[in-house]
Nanobody
């Protein structure tokens, strides 16, 4: 089992920045590929960014490319999502996810992940 706890959400004005954290505990952090998803009211959960178990592989949704950066710190068992130039359309609940993995792949579909955090709200008023 892996337990994931997100933090860092909040209300920020358009153009501002937030840094989300996802603290992992339980099984070996470095044996898990991870990702960030978000879900806005009335919309399906969508992949925002993903990172391979070793940190060398990355994926970004087109809507966040150039604005968001995903990273992980194995010493701290934590994954991050740096979000810059935030827009009202970034408003959503953000979830981190993890899956046991021994490859260098990244995963972008929700069904590919085994473990989920409880989510953290990000609000960017229009």
């Amino acid at each position: 089992q892996v337990q994931l706890v997100e933090s860092g959400g909040g209300l920020v004005q358009a153009g501002g920045s937030l840094r989300l954290s996802c603290a992992a505990s339980g099984r070996t952090f470095t044996n898990h590929a991870m990702g960030w998803f978000r879900q806005a009211p009335g919309k399906e959960r969508e992949s925002v960014a993903a990172i391979s178990r070793g940190g060398g592989g990355h994926y970004y949704a087109d809507s966040v490319k150039g604005r968001f950066t995903i990273s992980r710190d194995s010493a701290k068992n934590t994954m991050f999502l740096q979000m810059n130039r935030l827009k009202p359309e970034d408003t959503a609940v953000y979830y981190c996810a993890a899956r046991l993995d021994y490859s260098s792949s990244v995963y972008t579909s929700a069904y590919e992940y085994e473990y989920w955090g409880q989510g953290t709200q990000v609000t960017v008023p229009s």
